[in-house]
């Protein structure tokens, strides 16, 4: 079983509408979690990270963190063409362990936005 | 500011070649990570340099080594290249070891093996 996993999708929606994408993992020394966007043939961007549980709000970007579910999501609101990307989810442990300072990525959702 | 650099954007090489990657991080950013994106495998941890050392490393044979100068600059090698070496080569920078969460990634450089 992978640390973390992502649906790949892909997944297609027209524009405006709310995105919302996903990953659950398995190991619980995970503190920070993180949300990448990827184009073709780009470095990852990184669009926000998040310590523990809660929400955090970025413009349209919401992302949402449930520890006690080990579950995570980001929601994109009021979705654009220019949001067509891969969506990579990314955690890390905190200091003292074996994972300490990797970024353990899920396989990445691949969004469209159809205008 | 300027983002992560990587050098060079390509580099094709032979199976059984080594190849050298360049990475220069965003100033003021002392940790370097290096990770591997390989087709249907998603990005793998490679290894992690902070002031000058190895702070971390995955789960990849000892022919994947690296340093990092005095100015945080870093160098990927891969010794003995093998075709499964095929991948994109991304660097990626933080501020610092308590900011490893915080990592800002380079354009990647796509090494082909043949």
Redesign the interface.
Known sequence: QKEVEQDPGPLSVPEGAIVSLNCTYSNSAFQ?F?W?RQYSR?????LM?T?SSGNKEDGRFTAQVDKSSKYISLFIRDSQPSDSATY?C?M?AN?GG?S?????????TILTVHP | EAG?TQSPTHLIKTRGQQATLRCSPISGHT?V?W?QQALGL??Q?LL?Y?EGEE??R?NFPPRFSGRQFPNYSSELNVNALELEDSALY?CASSPG??S?????????TRLTVT
């Open positions: 920070y993180m990448y780009k470095g990852p961007e990184l990270y310590y990579l990314a890390s200091a074996t300490y300072g990797k970024l353990t990525f899920g396989q990445g | 992560v940790s990570y990770y998603g990005l941890f992690w902070d702070r971390n995955g991304l070891q308590g490893s969460y915080e990592q800002y990634f380079g354009p990647g």
